[in-house]
């Protein structure tokens, strides 16, 4: 009882200090160059506003509100952080504004509603809900009220992923494996098959059998290496150079994973 | 020919060499831990961990003693080196665990690590509106200044990513306040990757409250990682 009291005293004192609002190193407003989306408070009422928040529950919880198109353990955010709103991680609301536009990957004038289909044939390796479900009315209807008050027909700034400049070494996995094994491992395993909390994935697959497929847009190591250089480390975008992040995008881009469905089609 | 006899001891034999001695020596860890943390190392003037921790690792709201109950073995170890090498200033713990070797540090953690207690009670009930600022911040981030969600990092509703992200739901609220501050003014610097320093330095002073007020309002996992089973259990 007198240690505990002792203890009391001494730590009175600093148990204090949090309760004194402490100089906070202003944190500084960025400037908003990035289109800013609209905040959640202004989703309206009824039935426009339903299938948006469908639409973002679909985008966030993937594999527990659209179970059948899903073929891994990532979900649509997995990519496009911060709900679909983050730049350089292919946001919707630039998304939204720049369909329909021609694709090199299939030679057609797509839809948004195609260009998702796509995200879950490839990244979710899964099957592509029908353009007419009601998961793919209502991503668009998630990704159109993102957009309000987003010009069309103009390049927007953070759309899309982050274009790298070409690397001047050839990308080298060796050193990738390192980066990897410095920066990476410790969120998404050594093996890159992901960490779990109890029964819930929580750090996303890499690679494996639960990962995107090699038909993904992630699977091309220049795409890689642009989101990983923007977005990853988690918090702590944009701190690898450009070479680590070529490096680690081409380690990750020798592992295994499923394969490209167009070519198991015709085997 | 084979003797049964002969294989029963043959088998009681292997079992003897292989499993046991590797459940004995779990055991003998627990037990010691169980004593460091009951009666300190019987070293001169150590002092037990159930002081400040209790016996069952719920923690002391009343000194901002965190409850430790369940965290990883692995991240519990790794708090106490941390004290000992003074990456971490904890002026309280520092003297505790200055002599504990690292046989000690292990026996202390895995016995931690295998506990249960329920939540203790708080210094004072949750503020609501600060409860919702902070469940916001912790669902979704406030991203326009690079913060994720916590619960990214910190396991859906904050019950940990076990082994390195530790449980900080049903935490008390004066300790995450504090562990806040440390991290955005550089008092705790074994964070892997500086990850938490840079997230504690970009929210406000408000904010920082918030996301303490809203965790400490959940019920504690049983360990890190698992689903907390009760809501709202306050046994003293």
């Not at chain 1, 179970?67 to 998304?95: I, M």
């Not at chain 2, 009343?62 to 692995?74: H, K, L, M, T």
Request: net charge positive.
């Amino acid at each position: 009882m007198k240690l505990l009291l002792r203890i009391l005293i001494l730590g009175l004192p600093f148990f204090l200090i949090p309760m004194s609002p402490p100089l906070s190193p202003a944190a500084k407003a960025e400037e908003p160059d990035f289109f800013q989306p609209p905040s959640d408070k202004e989703i309206p009422p009824g039935p426009f506003g339903d299938l948006v928040r469908r639409g973002e529950r679909i985008f966030t919880k993937t594999g527990q509100f659209a179970t059948r198109y899903v073929g891994n353990d990532l979900t649509c955010e997995s990519c496009h952080l911060d709900r679909g709103r983050k730049p350089f991680a292919a946001p919707l609301w630039a998304a939204y504004v720049s369909y329909p536009r021609f694709r090199a990957k299939n030679h057609k004038v797509s839809r948004l509603g195609e260009r998702i289909q796509g995200c879950f044939r490839f990244s979710m390796n899964g099957t592509p809900p029908p353009l007419h479900s009601e998961t793919i009315r209502s991503l668009v209807a998630y990704a159109f009220w993102m957009s309000r008050g987003a010009p069309v027909g103009t390049h927007m700034k953070g759309g899309g992923m982050y274009r790298m400049p070409p690397s001047r070494l050839p990308p080298d996995p060796f050193h990738g494996k390192s980066v990897y094994t410095a920066r990476c491992a410790l969120c998404h395993g050594a093996d890159g098959q992901g960490t779990v909390s109890g029964h819930d994935v929580a750090f996303p697959p890499v690679w494996g059998p639960r990962s995107y497929n090699k038909g993904a847009g992630l699977a091309k190591v220049a795409k890689l290496a642009g989101f990983i250089k923007m977005n990853m480390p988690l918090s702590k975008g944009d701190s690898l150079s450009d070479q680590e992040a070529w490096d680690v995008a081409a380690f990750i881009d020798r592992q295994s994973r499923p394969p490209d469905p167009r070519n198991a089609a015709t085997p | 020919m084979t003797n049964p006899s002969l294989l029963v001891v043959l088998s009681a034999f292997l079992i003897c060499c292989f499993s046991i001695p590797e459940a004995q020596a779990e055991n003998v860890l627990f037990e010691a831990g169980k004593k460091i943390a009951r009666a300190g190392t019987g070293k001169a003037g150590s002092i037990a961990c159930m002081e400040c921790h209790r016996l069952r690792g719920g923690g002391m709201p009343s000194i901002g003693s965190p409850r430790i109950a369940g965290q990883s073995a692995i991240y519990i170890a790794h708090e106490i080196l941390g004290v000992q090498q003074g990456t971490r200033y904890a002026p309280m713990m520092a003297g505790v665990v200055r002599d504990l070797s690292r046989k000690d540090i292990q026996a202390v953690a895995r016995y931690y690590a295998s506990v249960r207690s329920p939540k203790v009670a708080e210094i004072s009930p949750p503020d609501p509106a600060l409860v919702e600022i902070g469940r916001s911040i912790a669902q979704k981030g406030l991203w326009k200044k690079n913060i994720p969600a916590c619960v990214l990092c910190h396991g859906p509703d904050g019950r940990g990513i076990p082994p390195h992200f530790p449980y900080i739901a049903g935490q008390n609220k004066g300790y995450l306040l504090r562990q806040l501050l440390s991290f955005a003014f550089l008092k705790r610097k074994d964070d892997p990757q500086g990850l938490m320093r840079g997230i504690a330095r970009r929210l406000t002073h408000e904010e920082r409250k918030a996301v303490a007020e809203y965790f400490a309002s959940l019920s504690p996992p049983p360990a890190a990682g698992k689903r907390a089973e009760v809501q709202g259990s306050h046994h003293p």
